[in-house]
């Protein structure tokens, strides 16, 4: 027979075995809770590295050898609100750049461009809006999204210590966008194009110093 101790004992150590086996669920809730918590915060850092690389992968899948950028610092002996007003009529830029066909104005910010591809292989077109302007200062343009070429610019005019020369900084940037679209445009964006553009910036300067630029034969798609 058990004594009555002995029952109070066992009582006892039932209620401590039940209350430890209440403990250890508490426990076990806070442990999935923590670990659910633990869970959302490294998804979330996933997600969040995911989405920057998503960010970042723009330009993937583009060949920096096709991206063109000329920079041209010219003095021109010509006063900048001459200069400024020549360029700023973007209709005249067929007149001394050979890579281009002809610029169409929409209206005073945007316009239609057209150019040759290299080997008579047909033309690209975009249109692009003018997103900065300071007049006889500077104008700065860049094609609109979706078009067959991504095309930026800036010009910036300067009193090249007076009023009778001026200091032309060029920047000109093309690119082919991703995709099917940027097949075409790549075939135009080689070092042979690069050197034709610097050369119509040159040929800027005859122009408005001379009243004439040089004789050129044939059309840049013929010579590239």
Known sequence: ?????EKRGSKGSRGTTGQ???????????????LTALGIVAGGALLYKGAKALAGSGNNGINKK???????????KKPKEELYAYWRNLENLPNFMSHIKEVNEINGKRSHWVAEVPGGMGEIEWEAEIIWEQDNQVLAWRSLPDSEIENSGEVRFHDAGNRKSTIVETSITYR??????????AKLLNPAFKKVVENDLKEFKKLMERG????????????M
């Open 1 to 5: 027979m058990e004594s009555q101790n």
């Open 20 to 34: 430890h086996h209440e403990g250890n669920g508490d426990f076990d809730v806070s442990k999935n809770k923590f």
């Open 66 to 76: 096709e991206i063109v950028e000329i920079k041209s610092t010219l003095v021109i």
């Open 176 to 185: 082919p966008p991703l995709g099917t679209a940027g097949k075409m445009a």
């Open 212 to 223: 004439r630029i040089s004789k050129r034969k044939g059309s840049p798609a013929s010579r």
